[in-house]
């Protein structure tokens, strides 16, 4: 049978056998990499913002083309509802904003996620919805529980949410999340009749089982 075009293709089946290894070496050492002068300049100017509105933040990271970040805006309009993205061109795509209670800005997450956790955003929720799979094994330090940011993203704390339409990925997130002692996760199959991104509501459309992962990292004791 033909693989459908959004079918996920990996030469990975189990949880990356260097997985532990690389979460740990993570947990155990500071993240280096300068902070670029665009990220950090979006920053100061989000920063205030936030400083001044007093409201609690809903981080919308690897938003896309923002449908997600308004869908989020309207659910919760005593909110600020904040959409991050790497892709000017994806962004661009955006519509005209319907609501003064969201923005949308392109940074680099490897900065921004560590500038948020420095400054102790109140942030509510944090979304990670369908972010790009990397499904090659050799790839692992790509996604983002591989990634050397992977310690920031906790920090930043919050209830945080992830969706995929592969189920490896949150199997990997949620083993990368027990690895730092965030035991009590929700993971389950979900359907939706109100899709948050063009992705899934294609992955539904194409009869895709879609994934939910969510933890709450402010209220959980960390058990180590």
């Known amino acids: 049978m033909q693989a459908s075009s959004l079918e996920i293709i990996s030469n990975q089946s189990d949880i990356h056998e260097h997985l532990e290894e690389i979460v740990q070496k993570h947990l155990a050492t500071d993240f280096q990499k300068p902070i670029s002068a665009h990220t950090q300049a979006v920053f100061d100017r989000l920063n205030e913002q936030v400083l001044q509105s007093q409201k609690p933040v809903i981080l919308d990271s690897c938003c896309g083309v923002g449908e997600s970040t308004q869908h989020l805006a309207e659910l919760y309009p005593d909110a600020l509802v904040i959409g991050l993205d790497k892709s000017a061109c994806r962004l661009a795509k955006h519509d005209a904003l319907s609501s003064h209670n969201y923005v949308l800005e392109r940074v680099d997450l490897n900065d921004f996620w560590r500038l948020v956790a420095q400054a102790q955003w109140p942030v509510y929720k944090h979304y990670l919805l369908y972010p790009n799979p990397w499904p090659k094994s050799k790839h692992i330090r790509r996604r983002w529980h591989g990634a050397a940011v992977f310690p920031a993203l906790l920090q930043i704390g919050g209830q945080l949410e992830l969706r995929s339409n592969w189920k490896l990925y ?20 979900f359907q939706t009749e109100h899709p948050m991104t063009p992705f899934e509501r ?23």
């Open 170 to 189: 949150l199997e990997e997130f949620q083993y990368a999340l027990h690895q730092a002692g965030f035991m009590d996760t929700t993971f389950n199959a």
């Open 202 to 224: 294609k992955y539904q459309l194409s009869a895709h089982t879609l994934w939910q992962l969510q933890v709450d990292l402010s209220s959980q004791v960390r058990s180590r």
